[in-house]
Antibody
């Protein structure tokens, strides 16, 4: 059974850097084809993809947020970390990590973590 | 403004069928697989369909996916009140080199 869980601060101040950790079990990020994504959702709004890291350490970022994002993995700890710099109130929302299986298309995710709500306010 | 276009809302009566559309372009839906997610109120998204029309284990066959050209659709038959949720389509965009999602469709079962 694959599970993922997000952790990190619930409140950050504008201009600060957000660091979120996704701790997973049931799969290895060393397995060829596997990837982990970060996806966020502002309150009452749609899903927005942020970043993707592959088993071979290849990385992809949202073009709109690329300059502010860094995604890394620690295979020994079964964790993926996302950092987002220069946080703004518009970044308030629920942040999810999700597993991308090794088979099938490039962009499908199953399962997702429960999400963590991050508020940006002074 | 989302790269993929979905209707903001759809509605139908219990027991009926509904179709949710997802429109894109040749850089995304036209040349990549589409996935669909169900998000019940207050919960994380759940995969319903991957690779255009495949259902993960545990997803009932009331849910189906299809794709034609640069558009995709999610069909739900035998509607139940428990199907009331937001539904999202997603795919890869070759031009953006990015995952893209639709704006979401709110399903109301009247």
């Amino acid at each position: 059974q694959i599970t993922l869980k997000e952790s990190g601060p619930t409140l950050v101040k504008p201009t600060q850097t957000l660091t979120l950790t996704c701790t997973f079990s049931g799969f290895s990020l060393s397995t060829s084809g596997v990837a982990v994504a970060w996806i966020r959702q502002p309150p009452g709004k749609a899903l927005e993809w942020l970043a993707l890291i592959y088993w071979d350490d290849d990385k992809r970022y949202s073009p709109a947020l690329k300059s502010r994002l860094t995604i890394t993995k620690d295979t020994s700890k079964d964790q993926v970390v996302l950092t987002m710099t220069n946080m703004d109130p518009m970044d308030t929302g629920t942040y999810y990590c999700a597993h991308r299986p090794y088979y099938g298309g490039k962009a499908w995710f199953d399962p997702w973590g429960q999400g963590t709500l991050v508020s940006v306010s002074s | 403004q989302s790269v993929l276009t979905q209707p903001p809302s759809v509605s139908a009566a219990p027991g009926q069928k509904v179709t949710i559309s997802c429109s894109g372009s040749s850089s995304n839906i036209g040349n990549n697989y589409v996935s669909w997610y169900q998000q019940l109120p207050g919960t994380a998204p759940k995969l319903l369909i991957y690779d255009n029309n495949k259902r993960p284990s545990g997803i009932p066959d009331r849910f189906s996916g299809s794709k034609s050209g640069t558009s995709a659709a999610l069909g739900i038959t035998g509607l139940q009140t428990g199907d009331e949720a937001d539904y999202y389509c997603g795919t890869w965009d070759n031009s953006l080199t990015a995952v893209v999602f639709g704006g979401g469709t709110k399903l109301t079962v009247l």
